[in-house]
């Protein structure tokens, strides 16, 4: 068979099993259902059964020719929505998925976004990851796309979506994986930004713990349910990894924000000349594979951390070896008489929210000019409704999102 036969092939097996579980009922209905409406994640464990329905004869491919196979498509299809192949490779059966995970190389190092756990790791060091967002204002609801612009056939590849909801004293904005689920019981939940009641602060909560052991034993987290209350293969918990400050406008003279991000979870030295980011390669937990009884106990809390919510934690704790962001300072253009910033082509329309941000640092510091002046993530209107976001290492996708979402808040204080 040829290799374009084997690709068909693929899609189509993959077409089918989408239908069998839309056709099918009772638990195995269900189980299908919950696995396609979100993303295919290669790190997820099969039962039994759906093994037997993955498997059939290509898992008995030898092992050089599944390589051979695998390193084809990942060559060939660099673009989505192509790419997805990759990803039905991923979930033919376990052997192909663990080669699959070997051979697909993370944004730092290839500058792609194949599986969701790639929104949750740095980007690409050599060139930004060029996204777009879509906000609603009916629905309160903010969608990241992969791409440079809205395209024509409205068919780019949704990255996560967020859903802004107003409290009493606070503002949530609920970040998803997919665009129809913003519940925190739900597998898809990847994360919340909470701002204060003025819209100054923001605290971004991560639902998987960060890597780091010192800024884990640091960081306040919260129950998000009680223990009863939740499946013991949903994670219960916020991690917080970043806190975002935006400056008072005391004398209310009209100009750009300034901001400033702490990343947590991020250490400064990641941007130094061999240093590196926090790179995460899977969820905590998947859809069919619970979590260790060792970790958990059938009613137990996760040892170490509070089941009651607690404040958010002080914009300048345990911040003097994090990565810390500032807004890059915009010029004043005398003959259009409005403040200016070069964002190369991908932003077209004045507006407040419209800014970029470099890493800040003190001459103790020893980091590389050049790394100073770089721009890790910008944002910016493009037309009504749809802005750009560009990121960069370390960031992750996630962390990008996240900080944008901040602008959409309402801000009168700093305005």
Same mark, same amino acid.
């Given at each position: 068979?040829?290799?374009?036969?084997?690709?068909?092939?693929?899609?189509?097996?993959?077409?089918?099993?989408?239908?069998?579980?839309?056709?099918?009922?009772?638990?195995?209905?269900?189980?299908?259902?919950?696995?396609?409406?979100?993303?295919?994640?290669?790190?997820?464990?099969?039962?039994?059964?759906?093994?037997?329905?993955?498997?059939?004869?290509?898992? !008995?491919?030898?092992?050089?020719?599944?390589?051979?196979?695998?390193?084809?498509?990942?060559?060939?299809?660099?673009?989505?929505?192509?790419?997805?192949?990759?990803?039905? =490779?991923?979930?033919? =059966?376990?052997?192909?998925?663990?080669?699959?995970?070997?051979?697909?190389?993370?944004?730092?190092?290839?500058?792609?976004?194949?599986?969701?756990?790639?929104?949750?790791?740095?980007?690409?060091?050599?060139?930004?990851?060029?996204?777009?967002?879509?906000?609603?204002? $009916?629905?309160?609801?903010?969608?990241?796309?992969?791409?440079?612009?809205?395209?024509?056939?409205?068919?780019?590849?949704?990255?996560?979506?967020?859903?802004?909801?107003?409290?009493?004293?606070?503002?949530?904005?609920?970040?998803?994986?997919?665009?129809?689920?913003?519940?925190?019981? !739900?597998?898809?939940?990847?994360?919340?930004?909470?701002?204060?009641?003025?819209?100054?602060?923001?605290?971004?909560?991560?639902?998987?713990?960060?890597?780091?052991?010192?800024?884990?034993?640091? !960081?306040?987290? !919260?129950?998000?349910?009680?223990?009863?209350?939740?499946?013991?293969?949903?994670?219960?918990?916020?991690?917080?990894? $970043?806190?975002?400050?935006?400056?008072?406008?005391?004398?209310?003279?009209?100009?750009?924000?300034?901001?400033?991000?702490?990343?947590?979870?991020?250490?400064?030295?990641?941007?130094?000349?061999?240093?590196?980011?926090?790179?995460?390669?899977?969820?905590?937990?998947?859809?069919?594979?619970?979590?260790?009884?060792?970790?958990?106990?059938?009613?137990?809390?996760?040892?170490?951390?509070?089941?009651?919510?607690?404040?958010?934690?002080?914009?300048?704790?345990?911040?003097?070896?994090?990565?810390?962001?500032?807004?890059?300072?915009?010029?004043?253009?005398?003959?259009?008489? =409005?403040?200016?910033?070069?964002?190369?082509?991908?932003?077209?329309? $004045?507006?407040?929210?419209?800014?970029?941000?470099? $890493?800040?640092?003190?001459?103790?510091?020893?980091?590389?000019?050049?790394?100073?002046?770089?721009?890790?993530?910008?944002?910016?209107?493009?037309?009504?409704?749809?802005?750009?976001?560009?990121?960069?290492?370390?960031?992750?996708?996630?962390?990008?999102?996240?900080?944008?979402?901040?602008?959409?808040?309402?801000?009168?204080? =700093?305005?």
């Amino acid at each position: 068979m040829s290799f374009k036969g084997i690709v068909r092939e693929l899609k189509e097996m993959r077409d089918g099993i989408g239908n069998r579980s839309r056709r099918g009922g009772g638990e195995g209905g269900r189980h299908w259902r919950g696995r396609t409406r979100s993303h295919i994640a290669p790190d997820q464990t099969s039962s039994h059964n759906a093994e037997e329905v993955e498997q059939g004869r290509w898992a !008995s491919l030898p092992s050089e020719l599944l390589l051979d196979i695998i390193k084809r498509v990942e060559d060939s299809e660099t673009s989505w929505p192509a790419r997805s192949v990759v990803v039905f =490779c991923a979930a033919v =059966c376990r052997s192909w998925r663990d080669v699959t995970k070997e051979i697909v190389q993370t944004p730092e190092q290839c500058g792609k976004l194949t599986f969701p756990i790639s929104l949750k790791q740095p980007g690409s060091r050599d060139q930004p990851i060029q996204c777009y967002i879509k906000r609603d204002r $009916a629905t309160s609801t903010f969608r990241l796309y992969y791409g440079l612009t809205p395209s024509e056939d409205e068919n780019d590849k949704l990255l996560l979506a967020a859903r802004k909801i107003r409290r009493a004293t606070s503002t949530d904005f609920v970040i998803s994986l997919v665009a129809d689920d913003f519940s925190r019981a !739900s597998n898809a939940y990847v994360g919340k930004l909470r701002s204060n009641f003025l819209g100054t602060k923001f605290t971004v909560y991560d639902s998987q713990p960060p890597q780091d052991a010192a800024v884990k034993s640091n !960081s306040r987290s !919260s129950r998000r349910f009680h223990s009863k209350q939740v499946s013991p293969r949903v994670s219960a918990y916020n991690y917080s990894i $970043a806190s975002i400050s935006y400056e008072l406008s005391v004398l209310r003279t009209r100009g750009p924000r300034r901001l400033h991000c702490i990343i947590h979870s991020i250490p400064l030295a990641s941007i130094k000349e061999g240093g590196s980011a926090p790179t995460p390669q899977s969820f905590p937990f998947s859809v069919d594979e619970p979590p260790s009884p060792s970790i958990h106990g059938k009613d137990t809390p996760i040892i170490g951390f509070s089941t009651t919510s607690l404040p958010d934690p002080s914009p300048t704790a345990f911040s003097e070896d994090r990565l810390i962001l500032k807004n890059k300072a915009p010029r004043w253009h005398e003959q259009l008489q =409005c403040w200016c910033l070069n964002f190369r082509g991908r932003v077209t329309v $004045a507006s407040v929210k419209n800014f970029q941000l470099v $890493a800040s640092v003190e001459p103790h510091h020893n980091i590389p000019v050049a790394e100073q002046e770089k721009v890790i993530l910008q944002f910016g209107k493009i037309g009504k409704d749809i802005f750009t976001m560009d990121y960069r290492y370390p960031l992750s996708a996630f962390q990008a999102f996240a900080i944008c979402l901040s602008s959409f808040d309402t801000k009168p204080a =700093c305005e």
